[in-house]
């Protein structure tokens, strides 16, 4: 059983691993250091959702990516309207 695991466990020579991370970090770092240096990390969510979009997107032309995004916004929404709808009322603070 150890064996069927054991390549999960090694380390091998780094294969120029570190760019595509380095990009991901600072495609997700900027957005994020930018809304905070300007007070506005309510809008958070959506640069991270557009830095992700950026990194995982960046082979897709700009209409598939725009297909794609409509698609996954096209699916959420009525996911989520049932819960709202019928939730309770909220309550003032």
Do not use: C, E
Request: aromatic residues 12%; positive net charge; without cysteine.
């Amino acid at each position: 059983m150890v064996d069927r695991f054991g390549p999960l466990f090694r380390m091998g020579p780094a294969q120029r691993d570190h760019i595509p991370a380095f990009r991901t970090a600072l495609g997700v770092a900027i957005p994020m250091f930018t809304l905070l240096a300007l007070g506005r990390l309510d809008l958070a969510i959506y640069a991270n959702f557009g830095a992700f979009t950026g990194v995982y997107g960046r082979h897709a032309t700009r209409g598939n990516r725009l297909k794609y995004q409509a698609l996954a916004g096209d699916s959420s929404t009525p996911s989520r309207t049932p819960t709202g709808r019928w939730s309770p009322p909220s309550r003032r603070w």
